[in-house]
């Protein structure tokens, strides 16, 4: 009986749950997920009750395995691959029921059992592709980051070897070249470590006092613009200025905001850190002398990977991890460009009262 049902009325079946998935808050369903899903799926369980055996579950569960990946590559989640089935079980349910069609409880519990085999394979499949992406994404930024590493390394030895030969001076082009490599890679380090602590959300807050930040990064800034032929300023900072922050998350940040400004200064240019606050909010500012931003959405530059300009180092990460550090520290970051002389960052966090 449950057979005759379901091939008498498949289309009828079909549209009732489209009508169900359709009705979801969000996403939309799509054609395509019920036509690689649902449709096939029936017809496999058509194909099985008239062989009357379940010799066919390993063809439901590779074609839900096919639904789960589709469903996978178009971002939906996992209750959406059980709300797609449930939504056929409840349609044949209801269909059966209007009908008054008379299904023996054998064939509607053969029915669940498939039911539960697709949701299971769909889910796993679906479990399967997310692991596999997030491992490939994983991957993709450990083989930038050890590139980058692998690059100032031999840059560093190069340069080293060199300078133990005793033909080059300490002050010369070749140990700029071994100071800049192992800059760099303290660069890489840090920011990777910073990552690893917001991924693994290791954030430790504390009251931080904004004029001790400023001395922290007054420290390594004032070589830094000193390497590069840069000036460098601080603004007033008052006493009691105080934010809750992580310290090392933060630090981090700024330690970005301010290399990125040294980074595409113009020669002798000038790059200043300064702080304003109101009696709820603190704004820390880098400006640079960069020339202004190139064309395109400022925002653009915040995405991980992304990298504007004629000077394309690295990895592109500064940005989008100086971002996620200084949300975490419950804080906003944006930029304004200056066009034709630099642009600013500028950092706002909630000041502790």
Known sequence: MLFDFLTENREKIIDRTRSKISDRPAPRASQTELEHGIPLFLTQLIGMLREGNRESVAEIGAGASRHGEDLSRMGLTVGQVVHDYGGLCQAITEIAGEDRIPISNGEFKTLNGCLDDAIASAVTQFGRKREQAASEEGAAELGFLVHELRNALNAATLAFEVVK???????????????????????????????????????????????????????????????????????????????????????????????????????????????????????????????????????????????????????????????????????TIQVRNLPGSGCVFSVELPRQQ
């Open 165 to 331: 030969t005793g033909a080059v001076g300490t002050r010369g082009s070749t140990s700029k070249s071994l100071d800049r490599s192992l800059r760099r890679m303290r660069e890489l380090i840090d920011r990777s470590l910073v990552d690893v602590r917001l991924k693994a959300g290791m954030q430790r807050r504390s009251s931080l006092s904004v004029a001790r930040l400023f001395e922290e990064l007054s420290i390594t800034a004032e070589l830094e613009a000193k390497n590069r032929g840069l000036q460098f300023s601080i603004g007033p900072v008052a006493g009691d200025v105080r934010v809750d922050a992580d310290p090392h998350i933060l630090v981090s940040a700024l330690e970005n905001l301010l290399q990125n400004a040294f980074k595409f200064s113009r020669p002798e240019g000038h790059v200043s850190l300064q702080m304003f606050s109101t009696d709820a909010r603190v704004q820390i500012e880098i400006q640079d002398e960069c020339g202004g931003l190139p064309g395109g959405d400022v925002e653009d530059l915040f995405r991980v990977f992304e990298q504007r300009g004629q000077r394309r180092s690295g990895l592109g990460l500064g940005l989008a991890i100086s971002r996620q550090a200084v949300e975490a520290c419950g804080g």
